[in-house]
């Protein structure tokens, strides 16, 4: 089981939490042969728990409390990140939930706020990109580990049944 561990990044804007989480892994094929992209992810928010509890925290625009909940990756050639699509939307008023809709003049602000606190979350914890792929790789070792004892414990079955049935074939044969 991996263990997230939360980081603390605290801007003018506000307060946010980042959850580093396993990294993407994109495979393709070239002319060169095959290949892979590692894309490091985090989860952003202003919610400590990561959870849908809109009165813990929230930042401020204009007067009004806004939470938000991003899920990021990471382009490691560009160092720019790139935001994923969210059904429940990534910036929500506070404590209502009603979703920012992305052409309110409050969403580019609030997508500056998060630009702002990612770019001291990587000034704070540069290895972030080295923790998500390493997250991947222990997801893969722990998931292949697990289908393997699950094919040693099938292979144990069927020998067992071949076992009973060369008993019935060797009674057979007395």
């Known amino acids: 089981m991996i ?10 804007t506000g307060k946010y939490y980042v959850r580093i989480l396993a990294a993407e892994r994109k495979t393709y094929t070239t ?3 095959p290949g892979e992209d590692l894309i490091p992810r985090v989860q952003l928010s202003t919610d400590p728990k990561f ?7 929230h930042v ?6 806004y939470a938000i909940e991003e899920y990021l990756t990471y382009n490691r050639t560009r160092k720019t990140w790139h935001f994923e699509s969210s059904y429940r939307g990534s ?4 404590p209502q939930g009603k979703k920012v809709d992305f052409r309110a003049k409050t969403w580019d602000v609030l ?12 000034k704070q914890y540069p290895d972030f990109e080295r923790e998500s792929i390493a997250q991947l790789f222990q997801y893969k070792v722990s998931h292949h580990q697990s289908k393997a004892e699950s094919l040693r414990r ?3 079955g069927r020998d067992a049944q071949a076992d009973e049935w060369q008993a019935r074939l060797d009674e057979m044969g007395k």
């Open 3 to 12: 263990e997230y561990t939360t980081h603390e990044v605290e801007t003018e």
């Open 31 to 33: 002319e060169g042969g």
């Open 51 to 57: 959870g849908d509890d809109l009165t813990l925290d």
């Open 60 to 65: 401020k625009v204009r007067g009004r409390k």
């Open 91 to 94: 910036f929500r008023s506070a």
């Open 111 to 122: 997508r500056v706020y998060v630009e702002e606190a990612l770019a001291e979350f990587a």
């Open 154 to 156: 099938e292979a144990r």
